[in-house]
């Protein structure tokens, strides 16, 4: 039995439909479905009933949802035995962004390493709140998407935890000087209809989650059919810089022109929104180098 499998279990129960659920866990229905009838196997009981509408838990269902719960609280309390002092040690959980884990980098830099130690986990969005439940990481930076909103900030309270929003990012065409769009402004869904692009593996963050939904919303996916496909950031860059084909992404920070030769183009869409903020235990104050690393990142926006 995994702990995946029992937390699975319990976001299903509290969501009320596996597709509830799959949007708060940040997968598929038919994977959380897949996890617990996987579960519900290795039990010998039916821990569900399925229903048009949801599920809810059988009688032997709500039985092994309490114990669930209690072996979830358990080993959160275990993986924080160790924590360190907040006075001398800053660590930090955030989806994968380049413009955080340089502001990061340059806030340790500044640092007296002689006293001070720092650590950057990089993950899912799952992954960060873990990190932050668990007391592994003191905040956690992930993207948001506007219509996930609610239900995250409501999973978010069940676990004592809370979101403070930092702004909203953009919709943007990364292009380099050999892109036909490179001296526009602004574009339109419209413009970039014709172009190659480079695109990152799909994963499970929310960033890349929401971004599948606008690319549908524009009418580029056979487009996307076709892109370069990489998980290098370095790769990315040079085939931007060396290429026609263009990257699109939400983004947070300022062109990346003066360091690569990259132009950031917005591009109006009427899809929904997308934000960046972190995540940190309810009721709780942070420490001072969180304090003076959250000011940093809010002064460079």
């Not at 950031?233 to 931007?240: F, G, H, V």
Request: glycine share 4%; aromatic share 8%; charged share 25%.
């Amino acid at each position: 039995m995994e702990l995946k499998q029992l937390e699975y279990l319990v976001t299903a129960a509290e969501a009320g439909s596996f597709s509830s659920a799959s949007e708060i866990l940040y997968t598929t229905p038919s994977n959380v479905s897949k996890v617990v009838k996987k579960l519900e196997k290795r039990l010998q009981m039916t821990l569900f009933t399925r229903r048009g509408t949801g599920v809810c838990l059988t009688a032997e269902g709500e039985k092994v949802y309490r114990h669930a719960l209690e072996i979830i609280k358990r080993m959160d309390h275990i993986e924080s035995v160790n924590r360190e002092k907040r006075s001398q040690f800053l660590s930090v959980s955030m989806n994968p962004s380049n413009y955080l884990s340089t502001s990061f980098a340059e806030f340790c830099q500044r640092q007296d390493h002689n006293i001070i130690s720092f650590r950057l986990l990089e993950g899912s969005v799952n992954q960060v709140i873990g990190d932050v439940e668990k007391d592994l990481s003191e905040i956690g930076f992930i993207y948001v998407a506007e219509k996930q909103k609610i239900v995250f900030e409501h999973i978010l309270r069940r676990k004592k935890l809370e979101f403070v929003q930092l702004r909203e990012a953009e919709l943007s065409l990364e292009v380099g000087k050999q892109n036909p769009l490179a001296k526009e402004e602004i574009i339109t869904a419209q413009q970039i209809q014709g172009l190659q692009f480079v695109k990152q593996y799909e994963d499970s963050y929310s960033k890349f989650h929401h971004l599948q939904n606008t690319i549908q919303n524009l009418g580029i996916v056979k487009n996307l059919e076709h892109a370069v496909t990489t998980n290098s950031d370095y790769a990315l860059i040079r085939l931007l810089e060396n290429t026609d084909r263009a990257y699109l992404t939400y983004r947070l920070n300022e062109s990346l022109e003066e360091a690569f030769s990259i132009k950031s183009i917005p591009v109006t869409c009427a899809d929904g929104k997308i934000y960046l903020g972190y995540v940190k235990r309810e009721k709780e104050g942070l420490s001072s180098l969180a304090k003076d690393f959250l000011e940093q990142v809010f002064v460079e926006m």
